[in-house]
């Protein structure tokens, strides 16, 4: 698979198959994300990857976490929100079948939560968030190639950011995003994109 294939087919799967994942397969991930451009070749990354039978043990944290957000935000404007992704719905509902996903990350068999370098600087603190995103789309991509699927989360994130920092000791870093590595269950269609041309200014 080429890289624009890559980019062009690649999906956010949310149901994975119980097949383990090599080591060397996941190493392979992050030494693609290590590859990333990094202002100033700061690399403020640290990658934490969580196997699942320790995914298990924090899934009432997950759970929370999604509850927490739906409430915060009204399930009524979150449905509205989620209807033209492809999240498995249970009983027709995408709200549940959200919560499932969030609390189980589909059965993953593996997980990799993404810290920077926490900085007083802002401008600073800025890059390091660029930084760590280049690395990650890098990450799903390399994972995309080699037929694994991924899902960029942040929103487990909103309201435990800090509880799974704690719980994985490291608390004086900022958690990014927790992206789960699985071979897909199925390969969901791509949600609705708008046409780059209108949202595209060209000068001379």
């Known amino acids: 698979m080429d890289t624009y294939e890559a980019i062009m087919t690649r999906r956010s799967v949310r149901r994975f198959k119980s097949d383990p994942i090599s080591d060397e397969q996941v190493w392979k991930c992050l030494e693609a994300a290590n590859m990333a451009p990094t202002a100033s070749n700061n690399q403020p990354w640290r990658f934490i990857v969580i196997r699942r039978e320790q995914l298990d043990k924090i899934q009432s944290i997950l759970e ?15 449905s509205r929100r989620i209807q033209e992704l492809p999240v498995p719905a249970i009983d027709g509902d995408k709200i549940k079948g959200l919560r499932n996903f969030y609390k189980s990350l589909g059965k993953a068999p593996v997980a990799i939560l993404v810290y920077v370098e926490q900085n007083p600087d802002p401008w600073r603190s800025f890059l390091n968030t660029q930084d760590a995103s280049a690395a990650i789309e890098n990450l799903i991509l390399a994972a995309w190639a080699d037929g694994v699927g991924s899902c960029w989360m942040c929103g487990p994130l909103v309201q435990k950011n800090q509880i799974l920092s704690d719980y994985f000791g490291i608390p004086d870093k900022t958690l990014i995003a927790l992206i789960p590595l699985g071979y897909p269950e199925e390969v969901p269609p791509s949600p609705p994109k708008g046409n780059v041309r209108d949202r595209t ?4």
Request: hydrophobic letters at 35%; a negative charge.
């Open 64 to 78: 929370d976490s999604f509850n927490e957000r739906a409430e915060a935000i009204g399930y009524a404007e979150y």
């Open 201 to 204: 200014t060209w000068f001379g």
